[in-house]
C-alpha cells in the first residue's frame, strides 16, 4: 500500500532554470495538494487539484508557478525562471475526498536554486 | 483567510514526562484540526485529527481537545519517549477554504 511518491527528492537549479516536481496521490485518492516550506516555518498551501481541474490556486504565485493533474500520470508542479527564493522544500499531499479529509503527504522535494 | 497561531516554538521535557502543544485560530468555520509530526529531512505524518463536534479524542498516548468558543486547540503527549522527538504542526481547514492553515511548529525534544 504505497504512500504519496514525490520525485525527484532532491533538485537543484540554477537561475532562470526550470523546476518540475512530480507527485503520484496515494492509491484511490483523487484529490491533490502542494504545499511549500520555507526552513524553519510551517507548510504554506499552493493549490489544490482533482483530475483534470485546478480547484483552487489561491496560494500560489501568480508569475512563473504553474500546476497540473492530468487523468494519466502523476500531478506536475512547475516553475520557470527559477529565482534563489523559490529554494524550499516542495511537498504533496492526497485525500480521498476534499479538503476536510485527512490528507496525507509525500516525502517532498527539496529545490535548490544557486 | 485562516490564521493559525502554535505555541511554544520549542518544548524540552523529560523523557516519561507529559508535553503540550497549543494552537489558536481565526476563522470560526473552521471545522476540521488536524495535527502532524513532521521529522528531520521527512514528509510531515499525520498523527491524529479532531472536528468541530468533537471535544477531544485520544489515541493512546496521544491526545487532542478542541475548544469552540475560545477557538483553540491543543496537543497533549503522555508518557513522551525518545521516539517522540520531532517538530509538530498544528493546521486548521476554514470554511471556505480547500487548502490546510500550519502553525509554525513546535519543536519537541525529549530529554533522556
Known amino acids: 500500500n504505497a504512500g504519496v511518491m514525490q520525485n525527484p527528492r532532491h533538485l537543484v537549479r540554477r537561475r532562470g532554470q526550470e523546476a518540475r516536481l512530480r507527485c503520484s496521490p496515494m492509491k484511490g485518492h483523487s484529490h491533490v495538494y502542494w504545499y511549500r516550506q520555507l526552513p524553519e516555518e510551517g507548510l504554506k498551501f499552493m493549490v489544490y487539484?482533482?483530475?483534470?481541474?485546478?480547484?483552487?490556486e489561491s496560494g500560489m504565485p501568480k508569475e512563473r508557478f504553474s500546476a497540473e493533474f492530468p487523468k494519466e500520470g502523476p500531478s506536475i508542479l512547475r516553475i520557470q525562471q527559477v529565482v534563489r527564493g523559490d529554494s524550499a522544500a516542495y511537498f504533496c499531499?492526497?485525500?480521498?475526498?476534499?479538503?476536510?479529509?485527512?490528507?496525507?503527504f509525500g516525502p517532498g522535494t527539496r529545490l535548490t536554486v544557486l | 483567510g485562516e490564521n493559525v497561531e502554535q505555541h511554544p516554538s520549542t518544548l524540552s521535557v523529560q523523557e516519561g514526562d507529559s508535553a503540550v502543544i497549543k494552537c489558536t485560530y481565526s476563522?470560526?468555520?473552521?471545522?476540521?484540526f488536524p495535527w502532524y509530526k513532521q521529522e528531520l529531512g521527512k514528509g510531515p505524518q499525520l498523527i491524529i485529527d479532531i472536528r468541530s463536534n468533537v471535544g477531544e479524542k485520544k489515541d493512546q498516548r496521544i491526545a487532542v481537545t478542541l475548544n469552540k468558543t475560545a477557538k483553540h486547540f491543543s496537543l497533549h503527549i503522555t508518557e513522551t519517549q525518545p521516539e517522540d522527538s520531532a517538530v509538530y504542526f498544528c493546521?486548521?481547514?476554514?470554511?471556505?477554504?480547500?487548502?490546510?492553515?500550519f502553525g509554525k511548529g513546535t519543536h519537541l525534544i525529549i530529554q533522556p
Open positions: 487539484l482533482q483530475k483534470e481541474n485546478i480547484i483552487d
Open positions: 499531499a492526497s485525500s480521498q475526498t476534499s479538503g476536510r479529509d485527512e490528507q496525507f
Open positions: 493546521a486548521a481547514i476554514g470554511g471556505g477554504a480547500d487548502g490546510l492553515t
Open positions: 476563522d470560526s468555520a473552521s471545522n476540521y
